[in-house]
């Protein structure tokens, strides 16, 4: 969608009215990088903006195979049932060296794909995590000004997408495994800290004594950890994404968070420096794009790049020759 395609007024009636192709195509623009689609992708958040912030904002986490996309499909169908809207932003890890994705979408959420109520687009990341943040982030609020009564961001579960995520939702959901008596170990403290809700997934047959094992031992871990949001103490619950056991109880916990913590005031707080970390990533992004762009860089960059991993000058050289021509070209 380039700058001679785009009609502000249009897209914001489309996004008003209901249209989903306006709906894909608004998004499409937000991940665009081009220069005249980012221009055009302000105007319109900008534009949307007084329908932004009622939705529920949800991000999950969790190593791959814990069943996140089970679990979503399952939760959404329930909120379909209470006459609910969602849509579901998932992380989709492209890979570095070949940008393909390695997840499948709608396939991995059959109900939620087929119902004109709910919405499911994946969100390639390009290996890079500011780009997540920033395309991730701004197609969930066009999801808001669509009238989405609940956004869900699903992270892939690796790395620092988990901090990303959590910085763009209001209640984080960590999904583990029944068993994690030794996987506790392995879960990063800061991801321990930044959890308002632990559901053990899988909590079926021969499971369940286990489920219920490691929810009493990731609630033990979790009360020596800090606590996200002052007025909410992190609660672990057992569910099973394939029977729909526990996955009411489930929702029920996100609801009660979201009130307490707008009862609390801490929703508002939240919502302020989210956007202030983002106004920063922005900031970030932005520098480190037209560092990269700048000439004298440009026509360096590369052979020092390889010069530092074949091993003939340490980063620190590198880094600061490249810092030098940068501060050179805006003399």
Request: contains cysteine; proline residues 4%; neutral net charge.
């Amino acid at each position: 969608m380039g700058i001679r395609a785009f009609d502000l007024a249009k897209t914001v009636r489309g996004i008003a009215d209901g249209d989903r192709g306006v709906l894909a195509r608004a998004i499409t623009l937000v991940e665009s990088r081009r220069p005249e689609d980012r221009e055009n992708a302000r105007e319109l958040l900008t534009a949307l903006s007084p329908r932004m912030g009622r939705a529920i904002r949800l991000g999950i986490t969790g190593v791959p195979g814990v069943g996140k996309s089970t679990l979503i499909d399952a939760l959404g169908a329930l909120l379909l049932t209470q006459d609910l809207s969602i849509a579901v932003l998932a992380v989709d890890p492209s890979s570095r060296a070949t940008g393909g994705s390695i997840l499948a979408d709608k396939t991995r959420m059959p109900r939620l794909a087929t119902d004109p109520r709910a919405f499911v687009r994946p969100s390639p990341s390009g290996g890079e995590l500011g780009g997540v943040a920033r395309r991730t982030r701004e197609a969930s609020l066009i999801c808001e000004a669509f009238g989405f009564d609940v956004v869900i961001v699903e992270t892939v579960g690796v790395g620092q997408s988990e901090t990303t995520v959590a910085d763009m939702v209001d209640t984080f959901l960590l999904l583990a495994l029944p068993g994690a008596g030794d996987d506790i170990q392995s879960i990063k403290r800061g991801i321990m800290e930044m959890v308002d809700v632990v559901a053990v997934n899988k909590a079926e047959g021969d499971n369940a004594p286990r489920a219920r094992r490691a929810a009493r031992e990731l609630l033990g871990g979790l009360r020596f950890q800090r606590r996200r949001h002052a007025s909410w103490e992190p609660k672990v619950l057992t569910v099973s994404a394939l029977t729909g056991a526990g996955i009411p109880e489930l929702w029920s916990l996100v609801v009660e968070h979201r009130n307490e913590l707008e009862s609390s005031g801490e929703l508002a707080n939240l919502r302020r420096a989210q956007e202030q970390r983002f106004l920063w990533q922005l900031v970030s992004d932005g520098l480190l794009d037209r560092f990269r762009e700048t000439p004298l860089v440009k026509r360096r960059l590369a052979e020092l790049e390889d010069g530092v991993s074949a091993g003939r000058g340490t980063a620190g050289n590198a880094a600061d020759e490249l810092l030098a021509l940068y501060d050179e070209a805006h003399r």
